[in-house]
């Protein structure tokens, strides 16, 4: 008798095969992922955003996961009375607004992703730019209130974090000098993170199948625009590649990394 499950082995084996050489070249790298939008949403593909991270540190590499919230956080402040507003894009954040802000994506949206990864493997460790001076901010502008802009990133807590061979989920809340809390851009801020770290790779995870896709059809929004300068700075910063990535489809980080087409869009020097 025939083990039907045997008939699809050579096409495994031969996946296998052709991850072993990226394996081999991302062993020790530092890759930072700014997740959010679709791929945190649904179920689903949490889990196997989660399978990828965990499976990426297995294999020898030190994912850095970033994330926001703005559904969350508009959600939040929705149930608690408050209406959200925003300016030019950005969320006008004052006193009570950034403690709501702090609510959904320290208590809420963090514990969620460490849950989450942490299903797959004890790796995960959640972290805010408020932690050890992480992310410092300078306000961006008093319509917004405490809405802030990366002026620096201490790595130290991270390097540790990665040296214990965990992986940090970081949460986008800066402090100013002053130790005020504010919100910050999450694609700024992994962007500035991975400047930082000089990391290998720097991936944002998005909703649209590729930055090219969007060119041609002249669709590029103001969300892409931060992701898109986010990258561009990397580079030019030190990061050696930026990929923008479709989070909606399944096991999206494998596929860039360990497959010899990648999906989604590469920025490079």
């Known amino acids: 008798m025939i083990d039907e499950r045997t008939l699809d082995a050579p096409a495994k084996a ?51 996961v970033v994330h926001g919230g703005g559904p969350q956080i508009s959600e939040l402040m929705r149930r608690l009375g408050k209406e959200p507003e925003f300016v030019d894009g950005h969320r006008v954040t ?17 514990r969620e ?3 989450t990864l942490n299903r797959h493997g ?16 300078e306000q961006r502008d008093a319509r917004l209130g405490y809405v802030g802009d990366v002026r620096r990133i201490d790595p130290a807590i ?4 990665l040296r214990e061979e965990l992986i940090p989920v970081v949460a986008t809340v800066g402090v100013d000098e002053d130790g005020q809390a504010h919100n910050v851009n999450a694609d700024a801020a992994a962007g500035a993170i991975a400047q930082t770290l000089r990391a290998e790779k720097l991936v944002y995870l998005t909703d649209v199948p590729g930055l090219g896709a969007l060119l041609e059809r ?38 860039e990394f360990f497959t010899r087409e990648g999906i989604g869009t590469m920025v490079h020097p």
């Open 14 to 64: 031969a996946v296998l095969a052709e991850a072993l050489p990226y394996i081999r070249e991302f062993a020790g790298s530092t890759v930072v992922i700014k997740y959010g939008g679709h791929a945190m949403e649904v179920p689903g593909l949490a889990e196997l955003f989660a399978q990828d991270v965990v499976l990426m540190r297995l294999v020898g590499m030190n994912p850095v």
């Open 94 to 110: 004052d006193a009570e607004t950034v403690d709501i802000v702090r609510m959904a994506l320290v208590g809420k949206v963090n």
């Open 113 to 115: 992703v460490v849950t």
């Open 122 to 137: 004890s790796y995960a460790v959640g972290l805010s730019g408020e932690d050890a001076g992480l992310i410092t901010v």
């Open 158 to 161: 991270l390097e540790r974090v």
């Open 218 to 255: 002249g669709q590029v929004g103001a969300g892409m625009i931060p992701k898109v300068r986010s990258c561009v700075d990397a580079v030019r910063g030190g990061v050696r590649r930026a990929h923008i990535l479709d989070g909606r489809q399944p096991h999206a980080l494998l596929l």
